[in-house]
């Protein structure tokens, strides 16, 4: 059998989120339960950047590899130019500070 590590990520997400919600629902009470889901929030966006940077690093290796322009790159994948700018380059989504 042909390992697919995309298939096996996608699944491991899930599983994740489901394990979330388990820790969420099996909480003593609502204050901890919000406690639980804002630590998990803060952590599913954490990954959700590092995995926003995979992106940009793959769009960059076409990129190189194709030997074209941001533009023509971006019209290839279906996005606004200063949006796969922003994700090959790592700048914040806003001007503004996260919360």
Known sequence: MTSD?????????????????VAVDQADDGHVAFRIATELARAWQETADR?????????????DEESISLRTLADRLDM???????II???????????
Do not use: C, D
């Open 51 to 63: 995995v926003t940077h995979l992106r940009g690093r793959a769009a960059a290796r076409i990129r």
């Open 80 to 86: 606004a130019p200063s949006g796969l700018h922003r």
């Open 5 to 21: 590590p995309a298939a096996e990520a996608t699944q491991a997400l899930a599983q994740a989120e489901e394990l979330a919600a």
């Open 89 to 99: 380059h790592g700048a914040p989504k806003s001007g503004g500070t996260s919360e």
